[in-house]
């Protein structure tokens, strides 16, 4: 499976960004998919997760309520909608991939990692 992330960019404390996860070679329809994201000094973190028919989706306490994780299995993509976006969200956001797991918040289930875009939060 390759993951390419897009979307990321800099915008200004309040507003919004879309992240895209496109995937090739593999369909993601049965994979839970994971969003993390890293800044500078600092460990990988869990953002977000979904399970493959969406029923089950999971988010960091630092972003519940701002940020919402959908898939399309139809288009093989995931996304990670941004809102009220903080300084503090400032990092490299990564895409990533699971054929099995049972700790949706951690780096080391995951099979599979895109690249990652980053994003930067600031006036």
């Known amino acids: 499976v390759q993951l390419v992330e897009s979307g990321g960019g800099l915008v200004q404390p309040g507003g919004s960004l879309r992240l895209s996860c496109a995937a090739s070679?593999?369909?993601?329809?049965?994979?839970?998919m994971g969003w993390f994201r890293q800044a500078p000094g600092k460990e990988r973190e869990f953002v977000a997760a979904v399970t493959w028919r969406g029923v089950s989706i999971y988010y960091a306490d630092s972003v519940k309520g701002r940020f919402t994780i959908s898939r399309d299995n139809a288009k093989n993509t995931v996304y990670l909608q941004m809102d009220s976006l903080k300084p503090e969200d400032t990092a490299v956001y990564s895409c990533?991939?699971?054929?099995?797991?049972?700790?949706?918040?951690?780096?080391?289930?995951?099979?599979?990692w895109g690249q990652g875009t980053q994003v930067t939060v600031s006036s």
């Open positions: 070679g593999r369909t993601l329809r049965n994979y839970v």
């Open positions: 990533a991939a699971s054929e099995t797991i049972s700790d949706f918040s951690s780096p080391r289930e995951y099979d599979y």
